[in-house]
Every structure is written in C-alpha cells, then in structure tokens.
C-alpha cells in the first residue's frame, strides 16, 4: 500500500464527497476513484458505500479508517519535518452553529486553532436549531452547536453553557425605552420571526405560554439577521440571545434584557455518536469546551 492512497481514503473519509477530496489532493475525481478501488482490492473488502446524499464508511471502512489514520499522520510530519517546516497535516473541520453563536463565540476559537494549525481549512454553516440537528443526521457537518430539541438516538449532546433570551429594537422602540421590561409588557408590540422550526421560539413559547403570556409573532423572517433588518425599521422587535448583543450594536439598535420569567436557552455542543474525530476535530472541541467552562464561571 502506498501512502498516497491511504491519504486519499482518510481526506475522502473526512470529507464526505469524492469532488471535495479531489480538491483537497489536488487530483481528478477517476484518479482518486482508482485509488480507493485499489485499497480495496487489496484489502478484499468493501470500505465505503454511497448512501443518498453523501458517502458512508462500512464497519469494515472505520475500522480500517481508526488504524490508518495516525500512520498518514506520522508519514505526513515525517515527511514536513525532513523539510523543515513547521506547516501541520491538512485537513477540513466542517461545523454547524447558531448565526449568534458563529459570531459571538467562534472567532476567537478558529484564532486560536489556526495559530497552531494554519493548514486546517474551515467549512461554517449557520442555520437554526432544527437545521443543525438536519445537517448532523445527514452526515453534512461533523459537529454543531445549538439546542437539543427531542431525543435524537444517533446524536451525542454535551451541554456547553446557559444565555439569556431578550429582544433587539430600535433605540427608539417604547420596550428599549423602558428600564425593566417584561415579557408581559411586549404583548403589546409585533415581534418577528423565523419561519422554520426556531429554537427561540419554542423555548419562549414553553415558559411563557403556561403563564398566560402570548407574544404578537406578526413579521415572518427566514434568520436571526432577517430579524434585525426588521428592528432596524422599527416596526418589530427580534427576540434573540444575548450572544448576538455585540452584533445587533449600533446607533440604532439595542439589545434588550426582558424579565419575569428569565428565559434562558442551553447550549450544547453536538455531533454524530458513530463521529471518528480527528487530531484537529478534538482540538477545536476541546477550545469549545475550554470556552464553554469559562462563561460558565463567569455567569
């Protein structure tokens, strides 16, 4: 077996797809096809198969992939090391994230991880609470954080830390003008929301509801930035956590704590139970957990 090949079947595992693996090897899609038949040939056995949107490792693929991988690792600082650089082994962390979260969070942690392996590459979607669970069931990002929602079996939740829920508003909205607004003061005033399955919305719903609050969801939008674009007007306020207070900053919006209740939403952190994680898969985990036990400490 060739180094070569064993590389190409652990950036195909990684990464899911044939024409992202081929990008990343810098080679055609038929050569690195040749490359995993040949691997397969060898072994006498089937390492992956196709399912409907992207491909999957056989029980014989993963226990293959979970002994190969550290010996293209150790060829490949081998090999930088004889070189003389300090450049660490490629690879491709995709991750899913609540937009708050991606902005509020994220930056100083992709910093970090960077500054120890600058030849990691990044793939960040954002998307809802509903949408992160989606993406994780099907194999499209190797890990999220977001809200646990029910009881996925194939899904692994670590809670990471509690933020507060308030609303975004025109500075000049009576509720950003008011110096300790409930929740129950905002009946009153239209508020926007998301037309999927939102997080927010459910959480609000599930503590005020059963004390008789109902909020005037009036303005749909398709995302949390949607929502601030219909603050801005000052028609609507956009109920969004307190991550998001820096972004939704500016001389004409303001982010608003609400009371009675307190509404908190948990973070977790989430990824597939069947996830083989990497050197730098563990890596940026263990900078979210780091971070999550700091604001923790600091709540």
Known sequence: ????????????????????????????????SRRIQKLEKILSTTLLVRSTRRLRLTSAGLQFLEKIRPVVMDAETAIMEMHQTDMKW?????????????????????????????????RIIDGNALEIIQMLMSGQVDIGIGMQLGQEAELSFTPLFHEEI????????????????RWSD??????????????????LANHLEPRGIRLNWTHQ????????????????LAPAPSSFAAAASSRELVFC??????????LHLIERKDTMRSSYLQKIIDLIETEAARRRSAA
């Open 221 to 236: 939008i398709q995302s949390l930035f949607g929502a601030l674009m219909v603050a801005r007007s000052g028609i609507a």
């Open 90 to 122: 490629q690879g491709l962390i995709r991750i899913a994230c609540l937009p708050s979260i991606g902005i509020d969070m994220l930056p100083a942690i992709l910093r970090d991880l960077h500054g120890e392996l600058p030849r990691v590459s990044f």
């Open 166 to 181: 308030g609303v975004v508003g025109h500075r000049d909205h009576p509720v950003t003008q008011m110096e300790h607004p």
């Open 186 to 203: 905002l009946a009153a005033y239209p508020l926007a929301y998301n037309l999927g399955e939102s997080g927010n919305r459910l959480i």
């Open 1 to 32: 077996m060739r180094i070569e090949d064993l590389k190409a079947f652990v950036v195909l595992a990684d990464v899911g797809t044939y024409h992202t693996a081929a990008e990343m090897l810098n080679i055609t899609q038929p050569a690195l």
């Open 257 to 266: 704590p609400v009371a009675e209740p307190l509404v908190e939403r948990q």
